[in-house]
């Protein structure tokens, strides 16, 4: 069937090459390139496709969906892909397993990274290609189900025995088992097993430990062992999460990972350089939550605004013929700050991946005083950002109106997988409260007068406020935003500082000053979005993509700022907010004619997105009574529900 023409004509008055700005926007040509490849090869390949669409399968169908196409899979990983690369890898898995989650999810994303990280050289020898071939099936076991935040807290013990040269692992009690590790109920054989170390009595704390947990043949647990799947989830139900607990179960000491910290044969512990050192496979994942978090907005987006060229809905002038619901001034208002945002995600998202790596070289050499910056940025990033794309996909599927609340279009699993972000690798207030710590102490070098040590990232706290210019542009914009994360900066350091010395414990003064503090955190993580995406523009060679760039950086920083208008009211006048209210709205009629692109340009396949609404053609209406017909629902006309008790009901209404 051929392309809707609503589409062709949207795709016509782009004026830039899809191609050119998927360059920009995946970091490279070269890998831009590399994702068309893998995604053109896979469509090649039947067995990758759904055996039926999955919103229509059961969880066990969809685990079990997911398992064969890992299958198939294996069969091709080093003809589609380098497989030393990362980025193809998830571009393949995003590909083929779509976001509802698989048993492979948490190998690659926290399991291998954990063994990178903390293993040994020796045990990587050991664990690290078994893992890399997929021998075994690993996941990340942390969370308890007493415990999720507070680390400190967790109860599964590892104990040393010194006369065996042993750790005996257990959960003491209900709240002790793991809960909710992805892959772990049904999966893996293998974990990483966070569990407090116990020499001599002395609870040094949470450590990582190698562990086996079902046989390598037979895949039942292993003796010892209880696991099994926690159940049905708000989305992601094509993983298993999982329980586990252990009974005086033995693990050789060789599997306590000892990179960092170590302990000997006589039981003599040696410290890591870094006392959170062991957290590194968290901060991993969260310096890439940036890039999928995007992603998932990206997804979202491309349905609606490509639905919303088809769709058509009322008049503006020309009564002849009805309007894209697109041409609306509220429908680009709902839908473009969030392209924008979706852009300044991904940006950030490769930025955070590239510290990341530089942190991990630098803490293999010893140097571990990056870390506490980086922990602070991914803390603030993965709890703005995440948010940000649950409003934003929110927002999308409102757009598609009735059908978007329809399965077909995909877009209330997007959100559910997505919002699930807001939860893992730290709940977003809590790591909102990371980062504001960092700030407080920020702010308190600044008052013992040691502005001239403060990184990069806040040295603007130190800085005078300094007035607006009234032709404002994008570092103008930024300005702004400086003024506001600083502003709320000193003052809810202030209320800390005010109520700890009015006789409050440090404790209670941080609780009662938290709101203002994690206002604080928002603010200074949007302003490092904002400079990033105004940086990232600055360095684009191609003009015609760097001036749709400049549009859409436009309708963000418009959108930004009188987004936090309350914070900026001692700053701006209000004829100064008018003036940004109407550049917003000419931004977006701006960006209007190459809105289709630039959600094209996320080159997102129809196979990964799975939506009737989304689909690259626009022939949404005649595959939407297509897909509702394949309902398993529509199998018979009479279902045996309706015989079995409707009939029988109305028959006995009639007596
Ligand atoms: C596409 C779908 C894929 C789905 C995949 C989903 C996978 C999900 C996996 C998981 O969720 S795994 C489990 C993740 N769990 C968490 O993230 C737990 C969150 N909690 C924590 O990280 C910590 O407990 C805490 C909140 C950071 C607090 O830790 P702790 O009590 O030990 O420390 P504090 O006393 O609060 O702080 C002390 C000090 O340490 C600094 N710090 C904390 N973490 C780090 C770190 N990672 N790196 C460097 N420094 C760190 C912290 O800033 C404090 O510094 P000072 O202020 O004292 O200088
Ligand atoms: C989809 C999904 C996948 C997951 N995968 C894994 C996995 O693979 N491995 C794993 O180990 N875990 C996993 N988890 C668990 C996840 O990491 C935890 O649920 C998460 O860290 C939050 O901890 P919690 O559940 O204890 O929340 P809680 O800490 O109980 O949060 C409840 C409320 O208390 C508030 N709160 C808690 N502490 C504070 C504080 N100090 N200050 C202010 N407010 C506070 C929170 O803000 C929140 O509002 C997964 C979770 C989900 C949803």
Sequence with gaps: MSENPDLTNERASGTFETNAMAAVIY???KFAQRRREITEAISKIPEFQDSHPLVFMSREEKISEACRKLAVLSNYWNSLIDTSDEEEALHLYREVLGLEGHPLALHETMFIPSLIAQASDEQQEKWLGRAQRREIIGCYAQTEMGHGTNLRALETTATFDISTREFILNSPTITSLKWWPGALGKSANWSIVIANLIIKEHNYGPHPFMVQLRDEKSHEPLPGITVGDIGPKMAFNGADNGFLGFKNYRIPRENMLMRHSKVTSDGSYIKPPHAKIGYSSMVKVRSRMAMDQGLFLASALV???????????GYLEDKSREVKVLDYQTQQHR??????RAYAFIFCGFETIRLYDQLLIDVQNGNTSGMADLHALTSGLKSVVTYQTGEGIEQARMACGGHGYSMASYISEIYGVAIGGCTYEGENMVMLLQLARYLVKSIEMIQNGKSRELGPMVAYLAENESEIDLNLGPNEYLKVFEYAARNQ??????????????????????NQASVELTRASRLHTRLYIMSTFINHVGSIVDQKVKGVLIDLLNVHVTYEVMDIGIY??????SNQMDLIRNQLYVSLETIRPNAVSLVDSFQISDMQLRSVLGRRDGNVYENLFKWAKSSPLNKTDVLPSVTQYLKPMMEKSKL
Excluded: C, D, H
């Design 27 to 29: 970091g490279s040509e």
């Design 303 to 313: 349905i609606a605004v490509r639905y919303s060229a088809v769709r058509r809905q």
């Design 335 to 340: 839908l473009f700050p969030s392209i924008a």
């Design 489 to 510: 900066t000193w003052r809810a350091t202030e209320k800390f500082q005010k109520l700890r010395n009015s006789g409050m414990s440090n404790e209670e003064a941080w």
């Design 568 to 573: 900026v009211q001692g700053l701006l006048s």
